[in-house]
C-alpha cells in the first residue's frame, strides 16, 4: 500500500520582511531597508515541532509576527493547510487567524497588568466570541488554568500576584483558549530562571500530546530547544542557513555557523567541556541594512574563500551528501559543507528531559 502523503499544516516559502529606512520630516524619502527576514522557507507538520533558533536580531519574532498576522510579509507566502494567508482578509482571515496562535517572551510585559486573569485568558473569546457562549466563558478560563497547573481558584488575581514561570503558564492557558492547531512560541522560556523553564518545557510538551498541537518554537540557544524539537532549523541575518531533524543538526552539523553555536552551548559535566571543541566566531552580526554579499555569513566564517563573496549558497542538500544517505544529507546553505561534530554524543541538551 502506498502511504497518502500528508499535507503540512504550515508552509513557508520566500519569506520576506524588509522595514523601509526613511530620511527627511516632511517628504520621507526611502534610502534603503532593514532587512530583517530575507527569504525563509519552512515546512512544518501536523503535531511537529519546529524550533528556530538563532542570536539576538536575525529575525525569529519578525518570521513569529507574520506566522500570526502581526505583521504582513513584504514578499512570500504562508500556506496553512494548503491556503496561503496572506492572501486572505476578513472573515476568512480571522477563521485562520484563530487557529494559529502565539505565546510570547516576556510573561512580565505581555500580560497587562490592570486585567485579571479571567480576563486575561479569557479575552480571545471577546475576539472570536462564536468559540465560547458568555455564559460558559468562566467555567472555559478555569479549565484552562487547571490545564496549565494553575489553581482555577486564581481567576481573579491579578498578575503582579504570580512568579514568572506561573505566568508564563497564564500566557499558555491564553494561547489555548480558542484551542488552535499551531502554537508559535516565540522565546517562550528566555526570560525565566533555568529550573522554572525545564517545567515549561514539560508543560508545552504535555499540552502537543494533549491538543494535538503543532509547534513553531524559537529560541536564541539550541540546547534550550533540543529536548522539545522534533526538527530545527538555524537562523543567521534573516535567513534559515541550516535544517533538520534533531539529530542531523545536533550530531551532523555540516553549516560553519550551526557548529559556532553548537560549540557554544552550555555542556554541564566538566570532563566533556573539556573535549569540546570551541568555535569562536570573528567580529559582529553584520547590520541587517547592509548584509554581505554571496553567502551573509561570509564575514564571520573561517572557511570563507573567493566564491562565497559571489555565489550566494542556496539552502538545500550540498552536493557532496546528495548521493550519501545519512545524518549529514540534510539542507545546509553552505558552498563547502562538511560534517563536524562539535559536542561529543550525549552530552548536550538534557536540560529538559
Ligand atoms: N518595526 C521595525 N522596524 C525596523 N526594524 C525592525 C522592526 N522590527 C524589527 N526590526 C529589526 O529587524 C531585525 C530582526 O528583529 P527581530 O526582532 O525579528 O529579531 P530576533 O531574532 O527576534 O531577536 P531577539 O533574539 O533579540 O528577540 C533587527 O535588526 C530589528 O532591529
Ligand atoms: S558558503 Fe563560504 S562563507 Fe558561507 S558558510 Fe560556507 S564556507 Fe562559510
Ligand atoms: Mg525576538
Redesign the pocket.
Known amino acids: 500500500m502506498v502511504d497518502a502523503v500528508v499535507e503540512p499544516i504550515l508552509e513557508v516559502s520566500g519569506l520576506v520582511k524588509h522595514?523601509p529606512l526613511t530620511q527627511g520630516i516632511l517628504i520621507k524619502k526611502q534610502i534603503g531597508a532593514?532587512k530583517?527576514?530575507d527569504g525563509v522557507d519552512f515546512t512544518l507538520d501536523k503535531g511537529e515541532t519546529l524550533g528556530i533558533v538563532?542570536?539576538?536580531?536575525?529575525?525569529?519574532?519578525?518570521?513569529a509576527k507574520m506566522l500570526v498576522n502581526l505583521e504582513r510579509p513584504t514578499a512570500g507566502s504562508i500556506k496553512y493547510k494548503g491556503e496561503d494567508i496572506t492572501r486572505l482578509g476578513g472573515r476568512a482571515l480571522k477563521a485562520v487567524r484563530r487557529n494559529i496562535q502565539m505565546v510570547f517572551?516576556d510573561p512580565y510585559t505581555s500580560l497587562n497588568p490592570r486585567m485579571t486573569v479571567g480576563d486575561i485568558i479569557g479575552e480571545p473569546y471577546e475576539i472570536h466570541p462564536e468559540a465560547a457562549p458568555k455564559g460558559d466563558r468562566r467555567r472555559r478560563v478555569q479549565e484552562l488554568l487547571d490545564v496549565v497547573g494553575l489553581n482555577p481558584e486564581y481567576i481573579n488575581r491579578y498578575p503582579h500576584q504570580f512568579s514568572g514561570g506561573q505566568r508564563q503558564r497564564i500566557g499558555i492557558a491564553r494561547g489555548l483558549a480558542l484551542r488552535p492547531e499551531v502554537i508559535v512560541a516565540?522565546?517562550p522560556v528566555s526570560a525565566l530562571d533555568v529550573s522554572v523553564q525545564a517545567q515549561v518545557i514539560n508543560l508545552l510538551d504535555r499540552l502537543q500530546n494533549d491538543f494535538d498541537l503543532s509547534y513553531v518554537f524559537?529560541a536564541?540557544d539550541l540546547s534550550i530547544v533540543r529536548h522539545i524539537s522534533d526538527r530545527v532549523g538555524v537562523?543567521y541575518l534573516?535567513r534559515i542557513v541550516e535544517i533538520g531533524k534533531d539529530e542531523e543538526i545536533y550530531d551532523h552539523p555540516t553549516h560553519p555557523y550551526t557548529q559556532a553555536l553548537l560549540s557554544a552551548v552550555p555542556v554541564p559535566d566538566p570532563e566533556a567541556r573539556e573535549r569540546r571543541e570551541r568555535i569562536i566566531l570573528s567580529g559582529d552580526v553584520p547590520s541587517?541594512t547592509n548584509i554581505p554579499s554571496g553567502c551573509r555569513f561570509r564575514t564571520r566564517c573561517w572557511k570563507a574563500q573567493e566564491r562565497c563573496a559571489l555565489e550566494v549558497p542556496m539552502l538545500a542538500v550540498p552536493a557532496e551528501f546528495r548521493l550519501a544517505p545519512g545524518p549529514a544529507a540534510h539542507d545546509s546553505a553552505c558552498h563547502f559543507a562538511e560534517e563536524k561534530r562539535v559536542v561529543p554524543p550525549d552530552d548536550l541538551g538534557n536540560r529538559g528531559a
Open positions: 522595514y532593514v530583517a527576514v538563532g542570536e539576538s536580531g536575525c529575525g525569529k519574532s519578525t518570521v517572551q516565540d522565546e524559537i536564541h537562523m534573516g541587517p
